[in-house]
């Protein structure tokens, strides 16, 4: 990625990964303000990108595609599983 900012014409580049949490299971409340709006993101993404992938290449039904999306939410609501997502 660094290298399209530099051929786009800027002359410095700061690129940092940062691990932040995905869900509301962090104890400090800033990182579990963090985790939720993750959280929120992802499941966004999962509908949009899970029905797609399901239906149109696996070749399920949306019933079908539906269940295991929606399984797949509850399941990134464990504060159980402790995930995180690098940005």
Do not use: C, Y
Not at 43 to 50: C, I, P, R, S, V
Request: aromatic fraction near 6%; charge should be negative.
């Amino acid at each position: 990625m660094d290298k399209f900012i530099l051929d786009a014409g800027f002359d410095k580049v700061n690129h940092e990964e940062m691990k932040l949490p995905m869900g509301t299971w962090p104890a400090e409340k800033k990182q579990k303000e963090i985790g939720a709006f993750a959280l929120l993101a992802a499941e966004q993404a999962l509908e949009g990108f899970g029905m797609a992938l399901f239906t149109r290449t696996l070749g399920m039904e949306a019933r079908e595609a539906m269940e295991l999306i929606e399984g797949a939410k509850k399941e990134s609501r464990s504060r159980r599983i402790h995930s995180h997502v690098i940005q």
